[in-house]
């Protein structure tokens, strides 16, 4: 265990059980002492009920800072009753960008009036960021720039900053600007510390960098930044205007959520959803998905009950359905989890599907044959019947071959059609291999029994 | 679709015409002229006969350059028949963390001739990395930092990058160190920049940052990168030595890989599994996974068996039993996966395992009543047979209880014995949930036509 986790046990425990004793200045004591990140990784951990008590135990300062690390979720629960001068007051040093998404989530009357409090500098940047969606370099973006002309020299740029007093925080760049405050380029700030005085920042600007559109998506935006390892990002605006900067922590962010949003995704979950959040409200999310899952599964038994005559003469057939439809759905999900995470990655193009299909039934196709004499020879030494050998091994090929092609295919048409495979695509490839499953395995020996019969 | 998708899916389409027609100087000039991460997202692209004939077109810049783009996997597939010298050449310009990923992949031989083939001063750096396990603080860090004493003044400091001429990419602080190189602080470079010259290094660094401890795991290095937003941070050794620093676009990559693991594994595949792989080397990886599964669902067939007799009476029951599972299953992995997710993020603690545990099974039970009461009027009207719409509904519940139960506990008896519950954890639950839920169905159908036959 590592000293963080260490600290963190000890400081849940100690919150723990005084609060369970009702000794709330200890626990106000722990709290308002620890580092932000960590009195809201102690609250997050927390059920609502306490969460709610520990928030009330926080000071003003505390509050502000703990408020920039708490997730999306729980931080709207513990903000929505709040006056809206207390509001005001404590979220108006977060960071533009933060500040935008929290108040997208806040009813519409809050984020007018916390507008309003706004002094005017901070309005209008808030409102900049807020014109473009969530998932937009525009709404990823900070108004925090500090620009340069590219006429003046480095003496000046370095009188300048001394005079700022302030840098913010994560400032590679210095961002260079024309009169008309359209990005030009950028001077690393290494330059400006090792070149001669009398430089001037044309001479040392970098400008084959591309600034980003802010109308481009969150995840075009973080690739970019993995690809090229950048710390920050000049963001323009449809005429070229310099409008801000995005920095690496936010675009983190954003591809943890997108990590979080596929895995929790192949379950039907939301990305958001609140371990500790109360049971009604888990219940109600998670039934939806139960519910679909519910209807899939009676499309399956629809199929079944096709060959009851069949099942009511030979009940092994009852006994080994289940391996089939099972095998497909594993062989299947394999295909298209790795095809949905090659999409993400940008690998999956008009020139290469045709390869990845051929591919991915070959696969299925060979897995299919070695399980289908494996479990083909089980089953005819299990019930002394070589003929239902011969029946699950060949529906076993068969539907291992149909998974990989389903696997394959039903992300690349659900992205056409603008669904997302990362939430959609397990269920109905589940379906697809339960029914395939089911038919070729109960279908072929309807047939061949039929036959033997007669 | 995005103007760097547009150019990768263009450059794919006019390599892979070109690749067809046999007019290689064409590819030679695109590749060539490529920024080195396009170039290597277009050889991953490209199936493994293609990636050959591409990685030879590449002239020598151009391979150093995408050579640092490439995935592990598909390097170490390109490198590993080059003679040793050529090999030595290549790859000597990669950074120090990068270098000894690489070397520890390929065969041992190549290995000491390539740290035989470097300058000293390299060799010790790539010793001191290679030292330490890949998913370590110590197995991510680059020797490239910049030292400086406290007792200097900023006039001296700024003499010396001058001197240096070159500061490594992504440097936001200097690493302040005493006479024995032991790590006492970090100097942030906007400081040096608006500080008066006068100002002693003592004076403006940083004390109260924590150096990482080169044994740290690099998911925890990932967690406080996160939860600080940092840019870099000093790594040090048992006793405080500087050895190092991490940069954060490295913790991007340990972030992405993480998901990719928790992703892929739940799938049973491998975060480094080769989209574009041959069909061979896919079959024997996931065969493994495959068999497993067949094992599985030769216990759950097992449960089945032991009740011939019943489902030779009542057919229905064959057609309805699958659902019973297949409820478990998805109620089971929601579960699962958000304590997964849970787990990872350090949320799950000894204090709040009980509130988490209720949590679920409350929910289940909740979802349980509610679908047992959808699909047992649905039974029992389908089947005409109001008894068969107790005995699922009463199944229903059993199973969604156990699947809450078992999809919270597994992954923590799984992480308490070692076991990583992201790639083992839903093959047990499956198997939990098929044999409950067969055996509940079965059982109690049973028992209650067994006593109305009786």
Redesign the interface.
């Given at each position: 265990m590592?000293a963080?986790?260490t600290r963190?046990?000890r400081n849940?425990?100690t919150?723990?059980r005084a609060l369970a004793s009702g000794t709330f200045s200890e626990v106000r004591q722990v709290l308002n002492n620890l580092?932000g990140?960590?009195a809201a990784?102690l609250i997050?951990?927390?059920?609502p009920r306490e969460r709610e008590i520990l928030w009330q135990l926080l000071n003003q300062e505390q509050e502000t800072e703990v408020l920039q690390?708490l997730g999306e979720e729980v931080r709207v629960e513990l903000l929505r009753d709040l006056p809206t001068e207390e509001l005001v007051e404590l979220i108006e040093d977060l960071d533009t960008d933060d500040l935008a998404d929290l108040l997208q989530e806040l009813p519409e009357q809050v984020t007018s009036r916390v507008l309003a409090g706004l002094d005017a500098q901070n309005r209008e940047r808030l409102e900049q960021v807020m014109n473009y969606p969530e998932d937009t370099a525009g709404g990823l973006m900070n108004t925090d720039v500090i620009t340069v002309r590219p006429e003046i020299t480095f003496s000046v740029v370095?009188r300048y900053?001394?005079r700022?007093?302030d840098?913010p925080?994560?400032?590679?760049n210095l961002l260079v600007v024309n009169r008309k405050n359209q990005f030009v380029g950028v001077l690393p700030?290494?330059r400006?510390?090792?070149?001669d005085p009398g430089t001037s920042v044309r001479e040392a600007m970098i400008t084959d960098v591309e600034a980003i559109p802010a109308t481009?998506?969150a995840h075009?935006v973080a690739?970019?930044?993995?690809?090229?390892?950048l710390?920050t990002a000049p963001v323009v605006d449809d005429n070229g205007m310099l409008v801000g900067r995005i920095t690496?922590?936010d675009?983190?962010?954003v591809?943890?959520e997108?990590?979080?949003h596929?895995?929790?995704g192949?379950?039907?979950?939301d990305e958001d959803?609140d371990?500790?959040g109360s049971?009604w409200h888990?219940?109600r999310r998670?039934?939806l998905?139960?519910?679909i899952?519910?209807l899939t599964?009676?499309a399956?038994?629809a199929v079944?009950?096709l060959f009851?005559d069949t099942?009511?003469k030979v009940?092994?057939?009852?006994?080994?359905?289940?391996?089939v439809?099972?095998?497909g759905g594993?062989?299947g999900?394999?295909t298209?989890?790795?095809?949905i995470?090659?999409m993400a990655l940008?690998?999956?193009?008009?020139?290469?599907t045709r390869?990845?299909l051929t591919?991915e039934l070959?696969?299925g196709a060979?897995?299919g044959l070695?399980?289908a004499l494996?479990?083909g020879a089980?089953a005819a030494l299990w019930f002394d019947d070589p003929s239902l050998g011969v029946i699950i091994g060949c529906a076993m090929i068969l539907n291992l071959v149909v998974a990989a092609g389903a696997g394959a295919l039903i992300p690349m048409v659900m992205k056409r059609m603008g669904i997302d495979p990362a939430l959609a695509g397990s269920v109905v490839l589940t379906t697809v291999t339960?029914i395939v499953g089911f038919m070729a395995f109960l279908g072929l020996a309807t047939l061949l029994y039929a036959n033997l019969v007669v």
């Open positions: 590592t963080e986790q963190h046990r849940l425990k919150v723990n580092p990140a960590e990784h997050e951990s927390s059920p690390y370095q900053l001394r700022l007093g840098i925080k994560t400032t590679d700030l290494t400006v510390l090792i070149s481009q998506d075009e690739k970019l930044f993995e690809r090229l390892d710390v690496i922590d675009v983190v962010d591809i943890m997108e990590a979080e596929s895995l929790m192949m379950a039907g979950l959803e371990t500790f049971v888990t219940v998670r039934a998905w139960l519910g899952n519910l599964a009676l399956a038994s079944i009950s009851e099942l009511e009940v092994a057939l009852a006994v080994l359905m289940p391996i439809a099972s095998m594993i062989a999900s394999q298209l989890t790795l095809v995470r090659a940008g690998q999956v193009q008009a020139g290469n390869y990845l591919k070959a696969v060979l897995n070695l399980w494996v479990i089980t339960d």
